[in-house]
Structure formats: structure tokens, C-alpha cells
T-cell receptor
């Protein structure tokens, strides 16, 4: 079983749609959780950290369920500029970031 | 921009050759991590350097080696290149002392092995 598993993509949605990405992780010792965004042929960039209490940044909401070892990302009112690959990431001991394979989102007009 | 720079941007090598990739960390950061990202995959952790010492290593063979210098810049060396080494190599800098897990990525070096 992979350490971090994400929904298979791609997700193709129209502008204005709400889209949800799910992710599970296998190591219960994982301490930190993130969503990164990666544009085509570019480096990953931190989108947001994920906390057990849930956190929101504008149109983006992230949730963590430690008991189920599950992480989610909700994007509301999708924009064309949201088209990218979204990477679910966990960190265990401050060294390695463990990445999922990524889910590709394509928002169309 | 993150302030993390990498060189070269692109590189083409042949099987069996050796390659050195370079990374300059963000000002104030003392930790550098290297990742390999194959096409269609998420980045995979190679190793991390903290204050010039290796501070963790992923599942990569010994022909992947690294260095960190006193100014916290870093090199990734790969010997005896194989076709499967073709990938985007990403460097990420962070500040270990603050206990932060946030890592800032450079633009990457795209290595093609023929």
C-alpha cells in the first residue's frame, strides 16, 4: 500500500463548480499535512497546511481526520486559474515530505 | 518566488555518465532536501542535509550522493546514470531549527538520460 493515496484524476469541471479531492495516508505517526499545487512543468508550491480543526483560505477548505487517516481539499467557485495538479503531502519527523501521486484538475469555461 | 535557485535548468546525459546538480537555499534556511519527480508521479524524497550532514535518506541507491556547504547551498551527485534516472530533480529549503516542516521548492532541474 502506498504511503499517500489520492483520488485518481483527472477532474474536469466547469467554472464555478465545487470540487473535492480526497487523500488517505498509511502511517499513523504522520505529524504534518499539506496540500501543494503544481502547475505543468513547474515546482510544487504550498497551497495550505491542514489541521485537525480544519482550515479555510478563501475558496479553499482543508480537513484532516486523524482517526480515519484521511485528508480532503474542497475548492469552491472554481476558476480557470485553479487548473493544476494538487498533491497531498504528509510529513512524519520533520525530514521527508511524502507526496501522493497528485490529482489533475482542469477547469473549463 | 521562493528564493531557492537550481542549476542547470535542463541537462542531457547518456547512460553511465555522472551528473552534479546544484541548489542555493533561501536566505536564512539551513536545511536542503532533494526530491526526484518522474513523469506522472509525485516527488520522491532522496535525502536531506542539515548543517552539512545527511539528516535522512529515502529509498535511493548509494550512487545518489550529496553535499551541503557552509553557506547551506547543496549539490546532488548521481553516478552511473540509468535511463530511469530521467526526471525532474527538485531541491527544497527549510529551517530545521524552528521545527517547521514547510519546505520551499526551487524550479527544478530536468535531467534526460539517453
Amino acid at each position: 500500500r502506498k504511503e499517500v493515496e489520492q483520488d485518481p484524476g483527472p477532474f474536469n469541471v466547469p467554472e464555478g463548480a465545487t470540487v473535492a479531492f480526497n487523500c488517505t495516508y498509511s502511517n499513523s505517526a504522520s505529524q504534518s499535512f499539506f496540500w501543494y499545487r503544481q502547475d505543468c512543468r513547474k515546482e510544487p508550491k504550498l497551497l495550505m497546511s491542514v489541521y485537525s480543526s480544519g482550515n479555510e483560505d478563501g475558496r479553499f477548505t482543508a480537513q484532516l481526520n486523524r482517526a480515519s487517516q484521511y485528508i480532503s481539499l474542497l475548492i469552491r467557485d472554481s476558476k480557470l486559474s485553479d487548473s493544476a495538479t494538487y498533491l497531498c503531502v504528509v510529513n512524519q519527523a520533520g525530514t521527508a515530505l511524502i507526496f501522493g501521486k497528485g490529482t489533475t484538475l482542469s477547469v473549463s469555461s | 518566488e521562493t528564493g531557492v535557485t537550481q542549476s542547470p535548468t535542463h541537462l542531457i546525459k547518456t547512460r553511465g555518465q555522472q551528473v552534479t546538480l546544484r541548489c542555493s537555499s533561501q536566505s536564512g534556511h539551513n536545511t536542503v532536501s532533494w526530491y526526484q519527480q518522474a513523469l506522472g508521479q509525485g516527488p520522491q524524497f532522496i535525502f536531506q542535509y542539515y548543517r552539512e550532514e545527511e539528516n535522512g535518506r529515502g529509498n535511493f541507491p548509494p550512487r545518489f550522493s550529496g553535499l551541503q556547504f557552509p553557506n547551506y547551498s547543496s549539490e546532488l551527485n548521481v553516478n552511473a546514470l540509468e535511463l530511469d534516472d530521467s526526471a525532474l530533480y527538485l531541491c527544497a529549503s527549510s529551517t530545521w531549527d524552528r521545527g517547521s516542516n514547510e519546505q520551499f521548492f526551487g524550479p527544478g532541474t530536468r535531467l534526460t538520460v539517453l
